[in-house]
C-alpha cells in the first residue's frame, strides 16, 4: 500500500507535500496506524528491502531490531528469517 502512495504523490507532483500519511508497516496484521513521512524520509527507508517504517512502540522484538528512532516514526530491520522474506516479496524488485 506504501508503495502505491508513495507511486501517486510522485506522479502528482505539482508540488512535493510535507508529510504523507503511510501505513505502519509493522507486523501486527490489524495495525491501521499511520505515520507521518515525507517522500524522501520514506524512500531513505525502504532503499534497503529489509527495512521498514513502524510507529514508536510498534516493533516486534523476536522478529526485528530497532535501527532509528525518530519523533514521528521509528525504522526496524527485520531478523534473517523475516529478512528473506521481505527480499523475496518486495515489491521494488
Do not use: W
Not at 529489509?50 to 519523533?71: K, N, S
Request: glycine share 4%.
Amino acid at each position: 500500500m506504501n508503495e502505491r502512495v508513495r507511486a501517486l504523490a510522485t506522479e502528482a507532483r505539482t508540488h512535493e507535500p510535507e508529510h504523507l500519511s503511510f501505513v505502519c508497516e509493522c507486523g501486527k496484521s490489524d495495525c491501521t496506524a499511520t505515520v507521518q513521512l515525507s517522500i524522501r524520509e520514506y524512500e531513505g527507508v525502504r532503499k534497503d528491502p529489509t527495512h521498514f517504517v513502524v510507529v514508536p512502540g510498534h516493533e516486534i522484538p523476536h522478529v526485528e531490531d530497532v535501527l532509528e528512532r525518530h519523533e514521528r516514526y521509528d525504522v526496524v530491520r527485520k531478523h534473517a528469517h523475516e529478512a528473506q522474506i521481505a527480499i523475496e516479496t518486495d515489491p521494488r524488485s
